[in-house]
């Protein structure tokens, strides 16, 4: 039982109900910097949430510390600064370029550049091996069956 | 009495499952031919008894047997019969039953319509099912059985989680695992090919028309799942990057490179040995990513730490499945000999590249979303890595795929040459340049670098798709195009049209959404996106079993009357609120409003207003693709096949009895 109420609790959060705040904006310029990073930080409480989708208490507090330094005439910079110097990378979706992030972030290109440097290598050895030539007795049966299949 | 009855029918389908899983191979092996025929008949027992299992739960769920703690904790007497039915598969143990019913269900499947197909083929396949079938039937009866009783049992029931609480829960996941668990068909193709040691093209053939099918399934139910986050979560987005969304997006791209190498390795005889992999891969993400969802790893390493059974079962299970694949492949593959060439200008190489580039975008999102859990397990540090990391990764490995899409079609199988490729795709790469940059310019709102980019590639495809119909119906033109080109041609046709439509729908949505928050009075009313939507205040009723505040928005443009919506905030009886979007769709735009709480006495609410352009494109062009899957795995070749079968199996008949 205790296992199950362990479990309501984990995913109230989780569920689908985003506070909505009718905050004012001096300019449409803040008002879009508000936007993106409350999309790009992380509700901490939550099992994988953003501020602007959650409603958990923290998050509305966040939200709202969000609007006041946006108001107040902060970069977007330096409330990223801010949130990570008070939380942890972990507030950040876009995880910052770090050493335990080399591989995470050069991952992909350097599969890719991996793969298609097999791709290509494949291509080039498959042209040097010789073509199987039929003989042309096998030529016939090929074409028999050939003949058989499309029938 | 039922649910023991049903606890039977699971223990029963594991013997049956066992027998499956043991004397088909062996018997295949061996050259033993009553242990062969045994396959068929363990497979429709297995479903038989699957069946009794799922009905007995269901059953539970319908008389309100609260004495069985999965239904206690995931329902109660005042939920309507849709949700008590769609219940069954809600939460843990009873979607793992779902997944093992399908999986018998595909099995069964399989036994009836493989009459082209070699005996002993069958029953490689169907053993090889049989053992993925031990696996969840032992992992569902040790650690996850549905059918656990409780002592004391309640008068009454939990809530079913009121997310799930909607018709779109009623077709997601089964859509889903119909797909998921599709492919294991082809996986079991792969390896029954590679135990005969036959790794001809003919294992493709009979996989393709299962391994397309499955693929649809794939796609819709992940096109429904967008579909229903985006108008159940009430934010709007329909796609987060979250792990449980990249555990089925994930076998869904190497599912759809399997789709194309199959293509290839069944019509040219090429990439057989990849087209193998592409098998094992799909299959193994399909199991990977039940278990990402299943062992709880994602909602925290540390807690699947401290109860780590589910989890430990789930990592042996997937070991054995995949490293004994691998094995076995590495041992194989090395056996077969392609004599296929080509060059670099030719199908052959585009198909190629298409798979290299699906397999790294795969392998990226797995990177991504296995990362913060390994930092996490090794103590290096605490990382998110959510949509801004995706995007700026999918993105650009992407794009390459749309403009492959158009080449990949017009090439040449073996040998085409570079300057007649260049000749022919000369014009649409005119025309799709200035065209994307023009409308970018001239029909939108404001110029944006992503808009023009996603709409020249979606013109490309469009273009080049067009001439590809052009040149299919060569000299009689029109009456050509339907002669020529058969279902699995138009299969692809609309595949990449789906392309097209998707990148459409993805680029406007994405760049030119406009939303507001705000502070609304009855009788006020907000401009936004070319609209005004005028607050007609909120009232309390009730619905069958929740509480609810419900909004009445009425949306003008320019003085004439557009829509009325109806956005809903639920009270469900487990306490949890619950936002009921009201949605005006359209096929350039929808309008999207939610409702938030009362502001003071005086009628204010907080609302949530979207105006979303181009949306609905982004599921227009999942269900373009589904629909060319669909008519790829319909060709008449196959009808042909199977009609050839069943015609010499009934000579056969008839000469043994004269």
Same mark, same amino acid.
């Given at each position: ?151 | ?14 013997? %049956? ?37 799922? /009905? ?8 309100? #047997? ?10 109660? $007497? !005042? ?23 399908? &999986? ?16 002993? %083929? ?47 829960? =009623? ?26 040691? +036959? ?5 493709? +053939? ?12 794939? $796609? ?42 199959? =293509? ?58 995949? *490293? ?61 890595? *959510? ?14 795929? /749309? ?7 017009? /090439? ?17 790469? &005119?025309? !799709?340049?200035? *065209? *994307? ?17 996603? &709409? ?29 080109? !058969? ?26 959404? $406009? ?33 609810? #505040? ?80 669909? &008519? ?27």
């Amino acid at each position: 039982m205790r296992r199950i109420l362990v479990l309501l609790v984990l995913w109230s959060p989780l569920l689908a109900f985003a506070n909505i705040e009718a905050y004012r904006f001096d300019n449409p310029q803040k008002e879009a910097d508000y936007r993106v990073l409350i999309a790009e930080l992380r509700c901490l409480v939550c099992q994988n949430q953003n501020l602007a989708d959650s409603n958990a208490e923290l998050a509305q507090d966040m939200r709202r510390q969000t609007y006041e330094m946006v108001q107040s005439g902060s970069s977007k910079e330096e409330i990223i600064v801010y949130m990570v110097q008070r939380y942890g990378d972990f507030v950040l979706y876009r995880p910052p370029f770090m050493p335990s992030t080399v591989l995470l972030w050069v991952g992909p290109f350097l599969i890719f550049a991996v793969g298609v440097g097999i791709l290509l290598l494949f291509i080039r050895r498959r042209n040097q091996e010789p073509v199987v030539q039929l003989s042309s007795e096998e030529h016939a049966r090929a074409k028999g069956l050939l003949d058989q299949e499309t029938k | 009495m039922i649910p023991e009855i049903g606890q039977l029918a699971l223990i029963l389908a594991l013997c %049956m499952a066992l027998v499956q899983a043991v004397f088909p191979i062996a018997g295949a092996h061996k050259g033993v031919a009553s242990w062969v025929a045994l396959a068929k008949p363990a497979a429709l027992g297995q479903l038989l008894f699957m069946t009794i299992g799922y /009905a007995c739960l269901t059953y539970g769920f319908l008389e309100h #047997d609260f004495s069985i703690r999965y239904v206690a904790t995931n329902s109660n $007497t !005042s939920l309507p019969i849709l949700y008590l039915i769609s219940g069954v598969w809600g939460a843990h143990e009873g979607s793992l039953l779902f997944w093992t019913l399908t &999986l018998s269900l595909w099995t069964g499947v399989v036994t009836l319509f493989s009459r082209s197909v070699p005996e002993v %083929m069958v029953a490689r396949v169907v053993g090889v099912m049989g053992v993925v079938s031990v696996g969840f039937l032992l992992f569902m009866l040790l650690t996850s059985n549905p059918f656990v009783r409780l002592m004391n049992p309640p008068l009454e029931g939990r809530d079913l989680n009121p997310l799930l609480q909607d018709p779109g829960l =009623a077709i997601h996941p089964p859509l889903l695992y119909m797909g998921y668990v599709g492919f294991s068909v082809a996986f079991a193709f792969a390896i029954a090919a590679m135990l005969g040691g +036959r790794l001809d093209a003919a294992w493709a +053939r009979w996989s393709r028309p299962w391994t397309n099918i499955a693929w649809v399934f794939l $796609t819709l139910g992940i096109v429904i799942g967008s579909w229903w986050a985006y108008y159940e979560l009430g934010w709007g987005g329909w796609w987060f990057w979250d792990p449980v969304e990249n555990a089925s997006f994930m076998p869904w791209i190497i599912g759809t490179a399997l789709v194309h190498s199959l =293509a290839v390795t069944e019509k040219r005889g090429a990439f057989k040995a990849w087209t193998v992999l592409l098998a094992i891969f799909a299959f193994s993400l399909s199991l990977l990513g039940t278990f990402l969802v299943r062992s709880g790893v994602l909602t925290s390493v540390h807690a699947f730490a401290t109860d780590p059974s589910r989890g430990v079962f789930i990592l042996l299970f997937l070991s054995v499945i995949i *490293g004994g694949s691998l094995l076995l492949y590495s041992w194989r593959a090395s056996q077969i000999r392609s004599s296929v060439h080509f060059t670099l200008f030719s199908r052959e190489t585009g198909l190629l590249l298409t798979n290299v580039i699906l397999m790294v975008t795969a392998c990226s999102i797995l990177l991504g979303t296995l990362y913060p859990l390994v930092l996490d397990a090794l103590g290096v540090g605490k990382i998110s890595v *959510g949509p801004p990391y995706f995007n700026s990764v999918f993105i650009p490995l992407t794009a390459p795929l /749309a403009v492959l899409a158009g080449v990949g079609a017009l /090439a040449r199988w073996k040998r085409d040459s570079g300057l007649s490729l260049a000749r022919k795709l000369a014009l649409p790469m &005119l025309l !799709s340049v200035g *065209g *994307g940059f023009a409308l970018t310019l001239w029909a939108l709102p404001h110029f944006s670098w992503g808009a023009a980019l996603g &709409l020249v590639l979606a013109l490309w495809v469009l273009l080049t798709m067009l001439l590809w119909l052009k040149e299919q119906g060569g000299a009689a033109g029109l009456a050509g195009v339907f002669k020529n080109i !058969s279902r699995a041609g138009w299969g692809m046709f609309f595949g990449h049209l789906g392309i097209a439509v998707f990148v459409v729908g993805v680029a406007l949505t994405s760049i030119y959404s $406009t939303e507001k928050d705000l502070r609304i009075e009855k009788g006020q009313s907000y401009h936004l996106g070319g609209y005004d939507f005028l607050f007609k205040g909120a009232e309390r009723s009730a619905g069958p079993n929740y509480l609810m #505040d419900r909004g009445e928005v009425v949306v003008s443009r320019e003085g004439e009357h557009v829509a009325t919506l109806f956005p809903e905030k639920r009270d469900y009886r487990s306490g949890m609120p619950m936002t009921e979007a009201g949605i005006d769709a359209g096929l350039t735009r929808d309008l999207f409003v939610a409702l938030g709480e009362p502001l003071g006495k005086d009628g204010a609410w907080s609302l949530r207003i979207y105006h979303k352009p181009f949306v609905r494109w982004v599921w227009l062009g999942g269900l373009f693709m589904a629909f060319g899957g669909l &008519l790829a795995a319909l060709d008449k070749r196959y009808f042909r096949l199977a009609r050839k079968a069943r015609l010499e199996t009934e000579a056969n008949t008839a000469g043994g009895k004269a």
